[in-house]
């Protein structure tokens, strides 16, 4: 069932196994506290956090950390704890291009990864080393490297066998760690790492481990199989061969397909106009199909959902006779929602939609009753919205019911704390509508 090679009869790796399967995990080290950092070098040595905007901290630096900052504070804790803290309001788009600009370089030595989440990703360097005429270890290190020197931020990376154990060891040696785990060294080191430290290990299964003496992560491999499966079930036989350096879990390159897309936008204050909820409704149909459509699927029901300034929400959903892609579609369906559920007596701060019975989005054949031309249409509409969009930012062709929320101020300036990619607009940008640029070229020309 499982390779053979290069293991002993109990299914260790052998003592001479090194590195079969090269598998690198990079975590980049308080993300979103370096990244600001990275755009102003006056906060680096600086306790800094970020989340102003939401008064919890988010993300915090490693001077932060040593003063007690940790993550979900409210910001009067942290002002408490450490009153000379830098404290940012959160700056997700910029986060966003630096994390585009991390994945990218880590495509260089290999395509492939998996983009875990923004700011972390494993690697699979299996078989890479002839085309870089480097060791696997040499191969990591140079890709932490050119990370840290091209985006000024530290990373900690751990390389090992598999996922699971190249997980534990990117967390050994925080901030900008490096280590790494062959099979020979595989029992000697997971003597000394604690069972919570293993991904997919819960509260719940380490205090249950705990209660038949299993503390170390070594504790666990050495049980029987048909132990770990009584007590953990498959989850838990498939960690134990991962921990015993046999790769289970697959390092996923392609995006995964959601099985759903929603997208939610809360405003302030509250809004009892007709118009402004719809188009704030229609906006986030606008960008839930734009990322439907780069998933490559279509959407066969819809719902809508409105929530009051009271906190009840109500809401609507409907089948369409044929999946689509097309924001048209979508927001006509949307539309005849939005009449039925909205309640002119209300005020409302929410709205949100849900994409749903999702499939792969095929030009396929209309059938006789339907408008062949029009679907036509309506697909190479869609090409050419997310094309404009792509060349000059998000929702810069937009439906024109959704136009008029260039006009409301209601959710701009409302909590005073916008993060200053924000507020400092280039050229031509608007709050809605920021040209892609990475900001931190831009900013040398000032
Ligand atoms: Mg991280």
Redo the contacts with the bound molecule.
């Keep these: 069932m499982w390779p053979s090679s290069a293991s002993t009869s109990d299914g260790w790796p052998s003592p001479l196994t090194s590195l079969p399967r090269a598998i690198a995990h990079v975590?980049?080290?308080?993300?979103f506290a370096s990244v600001e950092q990275a755009l102003r070098p006056e906060l680096k040595g600086l306790p800094v956090v970020t989340g102003k905007e939401r008064g919890i901290a988010a993300a915090m630096s490693y001077e932060a950390k040593r003063r007690g900052v940790v993550r979900g504070m409210r910001l009067s804790d942290v002002r408490r704890v450490c009153p000379e803290a830098v404290v940012l309001p959160n700056d997700y788009e910029t986060y966003g291009l630096f994390s585009k600009r991390l994945f990218g370089i880590l495509r260089r030595y290999t395509p492939d990864i998996e983009e875990y989440s923004i700011?972390?990703a494993f690697v699979d360097l299996t078989g890479t080393r002839r085309t870089h005429q480097a060791s696997y270890e040499d191969i990591a290190l140079r890709m932490k490297a050119a990370v840290e020197s091209e985006l000024g931020i530290t990373v900690s990376v751990g390389l090992s066998l598999t996922r699971s154990l190249a997980k534990i060891c990117s967390k050994e040696r925080k901030p900008a760690g490096f280590v790494c785990v062959k099979g020979y060294e595989l029992k000697a080191y997971l003597a000394h790492v604690p069972a919570d430290r293993v991904c997919g290990l819960g509260p719940n299964s380490v205090a249950l481990l705990a209660k038949y003496g299993v503390r170390t992560v070594l504790d666990y491999a050495s049980r029987p199989e048909e132990w770990v499966r009584r007590l953990l079930g498959k989850t838990g036989v498939e960690l134990w061969w991962e921990l015993r350096g046999r790769a289970v879990y697959a390092v996923e390159t392609a995006l995964k397909a959601p099985a759903s897309v929603s997208k939610t936008k809360t405003f302030t204050p509250p809004s009892g106009d007709r118009e402004f909820v719809r188009a704030q409704l229609l906006r986030n149909v606008e960008s839930a199909c734009i990322k439907l459509r780069r998933h490559g699927l279509a959407l066969k029901a819809i719902g809508v959902h409105l929530t009051t300034d009271e906190f009840r929400t109500s809401g609507l959903s409907a089948e369409l006779s044929r999946a689509t892609s097309s924001t048209i579609r979508a927001v006509e369906a949307a539309s005849e929602l939005f009449v039925r559920v909205y309640d002119p007596a209300r005020r409302y701060r929410r709205t949100g939609v849900v994409l749903s019975e999702l499939e792969p989005d095929s030009a396929g054949q209309a059938d006789l009753f339907e408008d062949a031309v029009r679907l036509a249409k309506l697909r190479g509409v869609s090409a050419v919205v997310d094309e404009v969009n792509r060349l000059y930012g998000k929702h810069a062709l937009h439906l024109a019911a959704t136009d008029g929320l260039r006009s409301y101020a209601q959710h701009l300036g409302e909590r005073g704390d916008h993060a200053r990619r924000k507020i400092d607009l280039l050229r031509g940008e608007t709050h809605r509508q920021r040209l892609g640029l990475p900001v931190w070229e831009v900013r040398l020309t000032r």
């Design positions: 975590d980049c080290d308080a993300f700011d972390e």
